[in-house]
């Protein structure tokens, strides 16, 4: 099992640039892929990118891709989220999820989940 804490999401202006962290808990972190997600008000939560357990492999969707890096410090038992270029419709609340086995852009693929941080982003 294992416990995901986002951090780092704040208001920022347009083209502007934000690093989000997920922090996990558990001695096995490395044993899960990792995705982040979002959520706008009134949308449905979307996938933005993930990352291999070793963090090999990373694959973007495609509104976020040259603009968005995902990394993981399996020492650290951490995972990140690098932003840049940032643009009014990337507000959202992001949210951080782990999942046994390969990365899923499927949200109901990931057994846990961090509770969220709000990045918005103004124009």
């Known amino acids: 099992q294992v416990q995901l804490v986002e951090s780092g999401g704040r208001l920022v202006q347009a083209g502007d640039s934000l690093r989000l962290s997920c922090a996990a808990s558990?001695?096995?972190?490395?044993?899960?892929?990792l995705g982040w997600f979002r959520q706008a008000p009134g949308k449905e939560r979307e996938y933005v990118a993930r990352?291999?357990?070793?963090?090999?492999?990373?694959y973007y969707a495609g509104s976020v891709k040259g603009r968005f890096t995902i990394s993981r410090d399996n020492a650290k038992n951490t995972a990140y989220l690098q932003m840049n270029s940032l643009k009014p419709e990337d507000t959202a609340v992001y949210y951080c999820?782990?999942?046994?086995?390969?990365?899923?852009?499927?949200?109901?693929?990931?057994?846990?989940w961090g509770q969220g941080t709000q990045i918005t982003v103004s124009s």
């Open positions: 999820a782990a999942r046994a086995g390969s990365s899923s852009t499927l949200y109901g693929n990931y057994d846990y």
């Open positions: 558990g001695r096995t972190f490395s044993s899960y892929s």
């Open positions: 990352i291999s357990q070793s963090g090999s492999f990373t």
